[in-house]
């Protein structure tokens, strides 16, 4: 399994920005795809954004318009940039990525949004 580590969680107040990052043990080349998905405190994960080895991206609708999700494969790394942040944006983030038929994910960080 590649080993991913997440960073960026932090508190914010509702409007503000963040940036997450997922660092990868292997070169991303190889992952057919990437995603962030979350948990709210409570409810189940779901998915925010996925990205494909050819760059085509799809969002949640609950935060098309405001989360950008990239990749850079030179940095073996998977971005998502959150911006008008609000309250129920509020989970633990997950990093996920597929090569071939291996899924491995992160261990999470925490994003919490103060109203």
């Known amino acids: 399994q590649v080993q991913l580590v997440e960073s960026g969680g932090d508190l914010v107040q509702a409007g503000g920005s963040l940036r997450l990052s997922c660092a990868a043990s292997?070169?991303?080349?190889?992952?057919?795809?990437m995603a962030w998905f979350r948990q709210p405190p409570g409810k189940q994960r779901e998915l925010v954004a996925g990205?494909?080895?050819?760059?085509?991206?799809n969002y949640a609708d609950s935060v098309k318009g405001r989360f950008t999700i990239s990749r850079d494969d030179a940095k073996n790394t998977v971005y998502l940039q959150m911006n008008s942040l609000k309250s129920e944006d509020t989970a633990v983030y997950y990093c996920?990525?597929?090569?071939?038929?291996?899924?491995?994910w992160g261990q999470g960080t925490q994003v919490t949004v103060s109203s």
């Open positions: 996920y990525m597929r090569i071939v038929e291996t899924n491995s």
């Open positions: 292997e070169s991303t080349f190889r992952a057919n795809f």
């Open positions: 990205i494909t080895s050819g760059g085509s991206t």
